[in-house]
């Protein structure tokens, strides 16, 4: 059994390793590219009769026929023709027939198309006769048709006077100036302006005022440009510029000079694509009609990038080309109508990939690694005729190919790790493809993200330095680094994964590692005359995710095991809940692999690992996933990066000299709240996903908030008290900085992941925390515990987690998250009590706009016992009548975790 999946698994890396096509002798290609270079020949000159001279005897010319009136077009400029695969055609001796896969790229002009074509060859004379090889079959498979090379017209320069552009809550004017225009067969589709121009933005929704308020000072933004670049769908343009704002002017060779410098660089940023061998010119898609694209060269901001796309679930983009922030992302007005207030990813997406089987070599030290991923996948766009999928630019694909169709034709869109496949015939809806991708290439290991508790913060070089002397290195290829071709937005999907590493070196993966792994691979006649010496050997490790997955993610590095067990997770008692999806673990495997100078510390780290998983099986019901490993490595920071099924955990090596205590995400107290945060993201986070960036608090502030209930739980209230001290200080220190809803773009346009830790963490956690004393201990917890057996695996949103709250407090939240979560104001509080005969009055008063808020105080006797009262604030106005057990000496308030300002008088 063993032995036959290291052959299964040897014969996979040499289909890696090796070139796609089978070897063949030497002259064999030389007859097969003779034939080539005249298909090629006559398909510039479309010359038909050519093409059926190329036939086979036995061929078909009625189909050969409409092939050629199809594919060999007349007034192509340039053709190139380039054969990408080829098999043994059935029915021949070996070496006599091929079935050939052929790329053909067409120019007319400045347009240009690409077709992908099926050819079968039968051999019909001798290597070096001239006529070695004839056609006997041909098909076309797919085509991408109406890519154009876009240039400025040299010949056309107009002046411009006042000319007005717009577009949704966008205003461009050009006072005075240049105008050059990049045209097409369908008319002008860019633009170049120069001279003296001026634009405003000025987004509708507040939350989008607000983001550009901290961007420039201002809710519209309003700024003098130079020079700008301009794209739209040519049947557009009409409607978006007036005519008589423009005169045409005799060219000025200096000004066409500055705008071709200008439209050099601009028009490479969008819309471009990659055409790979086929040609090496910069080629564009046309933009859809609606949409619009503004590059705009201001003196004060540099390049602010305006964009409107159809295909945006948001589909209103301001962005920052140099600093790489999104000031702001919305949806248009039309949009809204359309979708209403929220919105899922997935709705948009147009296939749900079902499992991934991925076998990638990585090879550490070149930071190389050679992928081979078999994508399972169903239709859920009525009708489809690409794929679109992401995959990192750097990687370098070698083929694509489907079970269904045959190899495939992709074009790569350039800077955007996305790849677009054809089908050579539209698709229906359920209709399942599977797709194998071949890929290698040189890629970065991930650094710290937006779900990578990690710190921003500028370091020192020398502390870098140092710091890459002494940590062992690892290397994380995950959710950021597209190292796998995947859907285009995070999709829940089981998966097999493969990683090979060399032997020297250790792998931990999303996925239960499976019996009899690693393996040893055998070496080769090279490198095993010792055979001790594992500097040249690699190893296999296959793990197996039977659980949905949002992403997949490995990590090597030199790893020891320091220890395994098998952990029994206590279960409570289950209501008549919702049935979950998936399967519901009551026992986990836990492992522990760390660096090996950190084996010491694993040992105990198992136990409390143990202890964590267990407390929140205890809360939840169950482990989502089968088995969890902490990875602990060497750091110079603490924090990690929780995929499914396991956590690469920061160790900060003694020597480090940076602290981060000043931060919203340590808690100097608790050493275990990194842990105990990275582990809750195995339910909140994998298992439950947000339907979009907009959540992302359900995964951070859910994880922030569980950790602070394990340090309750393992060291008591005053510990708790303190963690719930520092939410409240952070939230409250940065709200006006906007709603938690914003997730990621929290801090992103200042660049401070510290506001983003503050709001989606603190705040988030901190909300949680006031929502449990409104709703008491009984209820939240069963709340929480209804809102994950609904949410397993599935991307949800706040508004579920209120239905869920709702259905188990039988009260109306829709207030209290739309003012703790949509909204960024906090509340002012003002508290007094009095005396009344046996009993004291407590008084809230809220202060501008009424809130749901718990306010909790604490009645101070004469004889030093206390008793705390929670006052749920959900009036303008709230009292309490207390029945006093003693004499009181007064009354105090507590903090609490309540985000607000509260003064007593
Ligand atoms: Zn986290």
Redesign the pocket.
């Known amino acids: 059994m063993k032995g036959n999946r290291v052959s299964a698994v040897l014969l996979a890396a040499l289909i890696l390793l090796g070139v796609s096509r089978p070897l063949q002798a030497q002259d064999q290609d030389e007859g097969m590219r003779t034939l080539l270079d005249v298909v090629e020949r006559v398909a510039q000159a479309a010359d038909a009769a050519g093409y059926l001279a190329l036939l086979a005897d036995s061929a078909d010319r009625g189909r050969a026929r409409d092939f050629a009136a199809s594919e060999l077009l007349p007034g192509a400029t340039r053709v190139v023709v380039k054969e990408r695969d080829r098999l043994p055609l059935g029915g021949t001796l070996p070496g006599n027939g091929y079935r050939l896969w052929i790329d053909s790229f067409a120019e007319f002009g400045s347009r240009s198309r690409v077709a992908t074509w099926r050819v079968d060859v039968r051999r019909v004379g001798e290597p070096g006769s001239g006529r070695e090889w004839a056609i006997a079959d041909q098909e076309r498979i797919t085509s991408v048709e109406s890519i154009y090379r876009l240039s400025l017209n040299p010949s056309k320069q107009f002046t411009a006077r006042n000319l007005k552009l717009s577009s949704e809550d966008l205003d461009v004017t050009l006072a005075d100036g240049s105008v050059f225009v990049a045209d097409i067969d369908q008319g002008v589709t860019g633009l170049v302006l120069l001279g003296h121009g001026t634009f405003t933005f000025h987004p509708a929704p507040e939350m989008e005022r607000g983001q550009v308020k901290i961007f420039c000072g201002r809710e519209a933004l309003e700024a003098g440009f130079d020079a700008a670049y301009i794209r739209l769908h040519p049947s557009d343009f009409n409607g978006a510029v007036i005519a008589s704002q423009l005169q045409e002017a005799t060219v000025d060779p200096r000004d066409l000079r500055h705008a071709q410098d200008v439209f050099k660089e601009e028009s490479q940023k969008s819309f471009a694509i990659d055409l790979g061998d086929l040609s090496r010119d910069a080629w564009t898609l046309l933009p859809q009609s609606g949409d619009f694209l503004a590059e705009l060269r201001t003196r004060k901001y540099d390049t602010l990038t305006y964009a409107k796309s159809s295909t945006e679930a948001e589909d209103i983009t301001l962005f920052d080309r140099k600093r790489h922030h999104n000031i702001a992302i919305y949806a248009s007005k039309d949009r809204l109508a359309q979708r209403g207030r929220f919105y899922n990813e997935d709705d948009l997406v147009d296939y749900d990939v079902l499992h991934y089987d991925v076998d990638v070599a990585a090879t550490p030290d070149r930071l190389w690694i050679e992928g081979r991923a078999v994508v399972r996948l169903k239709v859920k766009a009525a009708i489809l005729g690409a794929l679109t999928m992401r995959l990192a630019d750097a990687l370098t694909i070698q083929s694509i190919v489907s079970y269904e169709y045959g190899r495939l034709f992709y074009v790569r869109v350039k800077n955007q790790n996305t790849l677009v496949i054809n089908l050579p015939a539209p698709v229906t809806r359920d209709t399942q493809i599977t797709l194998t991708v071949a890929y290698a290439g040189r890629l970065e290991p991930q650094t710290p993200d937006r779900?990578t508790?990690g710190l921003e913060q500028a370091r020192g070089e020398t502390d870098d330095i140092a710091a890459a002397f002494l940590a062992e290195p690892s290397y994380l290829y995950s959710n950021r680094s597209y190292w796998y071709p995947q859907a285009a937005v995070t999709d829940f999907a089981t998966a097999t994964l493969r990683v090979t590493v060399p032997a020297s070196l250790e792998c931990v993966a999303s996925g239960e590692l499976e019996p009899g792994f690693p393996a040893l691979l055998p070496g080769t006649a090279k490198n095993t005359k010792d055979p001790k010496d594992l500097s040249q050997r690699r190893k296999v490790y296959q793990f197996s995710a039977s659980q949905p997955l949002r992403y997949l993610s490995f990590i090597v590095s030199r790893f020891m095991r320091a220890e395994t067990v098998t952990l029994a997770l206590p279960v409570p008692e289950r209501g008549n809940q919702v049935v979950l999806n998936g399967i519901s673990y009551h026992s986990l495997n836990l492992s522990v692999e760390t660096n090996p100078r950190q084996v010491q510390r694993g040992h105990d780290l198992v136990d409390r690992a143990g202890d964590v998983a267990s407390f929140y099986a205890s809360l939840l019901g169950d482990s989502p996933y089968s088995s969890f490993t902490v990875a602990l490595i060497e750091n110079d920071l603490p924090g990690g990066h929780s995929p499914g099924y396991f956590a690469a955990l920061n160790q900060p090596l003694p020597s480090s000299t940076l602290s981060w205590r000043n931060d919203p995400a340590s808690f100097a107290g608790f050493n275990d709240f990194f842990l105990a945060?990275e582990l809750a993201?195995q339910w909140w986070g994998q298992a439950v996903a947000g339907r979009n960036y907009h959540e992302q608090w359900l995964s951070?502030g859910f994880?922030q908030y569980f950790a602070a209930l394990y340090a309750q739980h393992q060291r008591g209230d005053e510990l708790f008290a303190s963690v719930v001290k520092q939410l409240r200080h952070w939230a409250m220190d940065q709200s006006k900085q906007g709603p938690v809803y914003l997730g990621y773009r929290l801090g992103h346009i200042r660049n401070e992941g510290r506001v983003f830790r503050a709001l989606v963490y603190n705040k988030g956690a901190a909300v949680l925390h006031m929502l449990r004393r409104l709703m008491g201990d009984e209820k939240f917890f069963a709340g929480l515990r209804r809102f994950y057996a609904y949410s397993r695996f599935r991307k949800v949103g706040t508004e579920d987690l209120r239905a869920a709250m709702e259905a188990e407090g039988g009260r109306s939240l829709e207030r209290f998250f739309d003012q703790w979560i949509y909204r960024t104001q906090l509340p002012k509080l003002k508290f007094s009590y009095r005396v009344d005969g046996a009993d004291v009055v407590l008084h809230a008063e809220q202060i501008g706009d009424v809130f749901d808020v718990p306010l909790t105080v604490t009645l101070q006797y004469a004889d030093k016992r206390s008793v705390d009262v929670v006052m749920p604030v959900t009036e303008r106005s709230v009292d309490v009548r207390v029945t006093l057990a003693g004499t009181l000496r007064g009354v105090d308030i507590k903090e609490d975790g309540t985000l607000a300002e509260i003064s007593k008088g």
């Open positions: 779900e508790l945060h993201h951070e994880a």
